[in-house]
């Protein structure tokens, strides 16, 4: 078992392990509508398959809400 944080909470898991798998293990909801910060940095959709977790990495999964004042 790896740490790693997820949106600052600290999560268990097995490794290997690439972002879209880390999706598809939390369940995370929305996932064509989210956007993943990997240790701060954008991770670009096309590469989520390629970008390995590594112990102590954080991961930030953001939803962009659209709106503003009328």
């Known amino acids: 078992m790896a740490k790693i944080y ?11 392990l690439n ?3 880390l999706i598809k293990q939390l369940l995370v909801e929305n996932p064509e509508m989210v956007s993943v910060q990997v240790n701060e940095e954008f991770a ?4 989520w398959d390629s970008i390995q977790i ?3 990495d954080k991961v930030d999964f953001l939803y962009f809400m659209g709106g503003g004042a009328r």
């Open 19 to 21: 972002v879209s798998e």
């Open 6 to 16: 997820v949106n600052g909470d600290v999560q268990d898991v097995n490794l290997p």
């Open 54 to 56: 590594k112990e102590g």
């Open 44 to 47: 670009e959709r096309e590469e």
